[in-house]
């Protein structure tokens, strides 16, 4: 079965960093793009990043803090994000070869 399955999530202060994962099995994550997008409360999914072979993209939203990069020998990607603010609050989601996870939820609240 293929499938993505993100992780990572959680309560963070202002300022603070997370590391989220996508672990894909069923399929190979280095024969696709992967992209990280996110949903906040009553707001319109958002694109974040994306990375296509070794090459990056960033939202300006997040340009700057959160980095996009890939362990193919695990057969997953990253997004880290540092200097997180509320705004940032969210469900964040990756997607590669028409898959999407499930989503894990990022909190950042004194």
């Excluded at 069923?26 to 992209?35: E, I, S």
């Excluded at 990253?78 to 989503?103: I, R």
Aim: proline content about 3%.
């Amino acid at each position: 079965q293929e499938q993505l399955v993100e992780s990572g999530g959680g309560l963070v202060q202002p300022g603070g960093s997370l590391r989220l994962s996508c672990a894909a099995s069923g399929f190979t994550l280095d024969d696709y793009a992967v992209g990280w997008f996110r949903q906040g409360p009553g707001m319109a999914r958002e694109g974040l990043s994306c990375i296509v072979n070794n090459t990056t993209y960033y939202a300006d939203s997040v340009k700057g803090r959160f980095t996009i990069s890939r362990d193919n020998a695990k057969n997953t990607v990253y997004l880290q994000m540092n200097s997180l603010k509320p705004e940032d609050t969210a469900v964040y989601y990756c997607v590669a070869g028409g898959h999407w996870g499930q989503g894990t939820q990022v909190t950042v609240s004194s």
